[in-house]
């Protein structure tokens, strides 16, 4: 007798959503209905997946087996840890949260639940990142020292007045939105080592003006005045260890777009571009005299996104808690964001792990 499908709920129906339920379609999961707090957002996803939507997670706790937290960020906190206060497992968008206080807070909601905390990350659910990890744990890098993490938009600010331009909503800006996955990616292919001190700055060069001619930003603008956080971070991180991350993110700035990962070992190298998912290796050998290789490894299409839905939904069938995408892993990650964030307003070197850090 096979086992019914995976009842699975949506909390926040924007554009992220309605991916995650385009991917259930494809899964032998049942969406059973959304909650968003706003009466459009319902009314339109509900006709578009034709399930019944509410205001608030009550109306279907009973009935699922698994939430997806898709909401704005400072709102992942309520609803993660009420469902999993309930039992349910929970998918919660990345970050974790908007704060590293929040972030807290529901990691330790997930330590004494009974069902388990993963924490959407997508991007190392591509498959030339599962070929570079493998090859990691094979030891072919000998010691990875130094991750270079380069998360580049030209021009691509969010409409100033959306919740990703409100630093009470967001959390802040172009590092909590597309910086967080470079930090994941980097410290991920560090095997999340333990992180010893944090220098950084951010910058708000290009929100903050009206009379700048843009080019590209997506979604409505409202304006400077609706602009409170930062559009660009530099950051340099050094591991316990004596490795080594150096970051750069922006929403804008005045160089080419680059969405670029360098790794560093002691017997080989790679670079991994996100964008085109072109990974190559990059070794010397001494096969008949001394040479350098440089190997491009071509993997099958994969979209993340699905690939990370399929493997939750697995774990939540199996009742089993995922080893990837961990709540420890994503608090980790924050902490890092958290102390970018800090080192740029002291102006200081932030010491992790120290009372005064």
Not at 162 to 167: A, G, H, L, M, Y
Request: net charge negative; charged share 25%.
């Amino acid at each position: 007798m096979s086992e019914p499908p995976v009842g699975v709920g949506i909390v926040g129906l924007g554009g992220i959503a309605s991916q995650h339920a385009e991917h259930l379609a494809d899964h032998s999961a049942t969406l059973v209905g959304g909650v968003d707090i706003d009466d459009h957002a319902r009314r339109e996803f509900a006709e578009e997946w034709s399930v019944p939507t509410h205001d608030n997670l009550d109306a279907i706790v009973d009935d699922i087996d698994a939430l997806l937290v898709t909401t704005p960020n400072r709102y992942h906190e309520e609803y993660a840890t009420a469902a999993l206060d309930a039992g349910l497992d929970v998918l919660v968008e990345k970050p974790l949260a908007h704060s590293l206080d929040s972030a807290e807070r529901i990691a330790d909601a997930a330590a004494d639940a009974d069902g388990f905390c993963m924490v959407g990350f997508n991007y190392r659910f591509s498959a030339p990142v599962d070929v570079l990890t493998a090859y990691r744990d094979d030891g072919r890098f000998g010691e990875i020292n130094h991750v270079e993490a380069n998360y580049v938009r030209r021009r691509g600010i969010p409409g100033r007045g959306s919740w990703f331009t409100d630093e009470q909503t967001a959390g802040g800006g172009a590092l909590i939105d597309i910086g967080v996955h470079a930090v994941d990616l980097a410290l991920s292919f560090l095997d999340f080592p333990e992180i010893a001190e944090v220098s950084a700055t951010t910058r708000a060069e290009f929100g903050t003006r009206d009379e700048y001619s843009y080019m590209y930003m997506w979604g409505d603008d409202e304006g400077a005045d609706a602009f409170d956080v930062e559009d660009s971070a530099s950051a340099f991180i050094r591991t316990a260890d004596g490795a080594t991350v150096s970051l750069e993110v922006a929403w804008a700035t005045n160089r080419p777009r680059t969405d670029e990962y360098v790794v560093r070992g002691t017997d080989a190298g790679a670079i991994y571009d996100r964008k085109s998912q072109q990974l190559t290796l990059y070794e010397t050998r001494t096969d008949g005299a001394e040479h350098f290789t440089e190997t491009a490894i071509e993997t099958p299409d994969r979209n993340s996104h699905a690939a990370e839905l399929d493997y939750f939904l697995d774990h939540v069938a199996g009742d089993t808690p995922p080893e990837r995408n961990t709540v420890a892993e994503a608090l980790a990650v924050q902490r890092v964001i958290d102390a970018i964030y800090r080192s740029a307003e002291e102006q200081r070197a932030i010491q992790l792990g120290d009372a005064d850090g």
